[in-house]
């Protein structure tokens, strides 16, 4: 499977690793409490947890399932940020 999304590449800035982060969730049509969620988990710590947070996402994003998605809607469990 490859990768949809990786930041490998990307500005390290934190601001910009959260942009990124922000518009791969929007591209998945991700519902804007996820969105929130996500931003608030990033910034509630150092830069280190930023980058723990935002690589998990987008592991998560990567992960989805197309069908999933598309048949059984987005869950809380499966993107639980903690």
């Known amino acids: ?12 800035n934190a601001f910009n690793v959260m942009r990124y982060v922000v518009r791969c969730m929007r591209a998945e049509g991700m ?3 996820y969105i ?5 988990d990033a910034m509630s710590d150092d830069y280190y947890n930023l980058l723990r947070v935002s690589t998990n996402m987008i592991d998560k994003l990567n992960e989805m399932n197309e069908y999933e998605i598309e048949e059984y809607g987005f869950t809380d ?6």
């Open 1 to 12: 499977m490859s990768k949809k999304y990786n930041l490998v590449g990307i500005d390290g």
């Open 31 to 33: 519902p804007i409490d």
């Open 36 to 40: 929130r969620e996500y931003k608030s």
């Open 77 to 82: 469990a499966y993107f639980d940020l903690e």
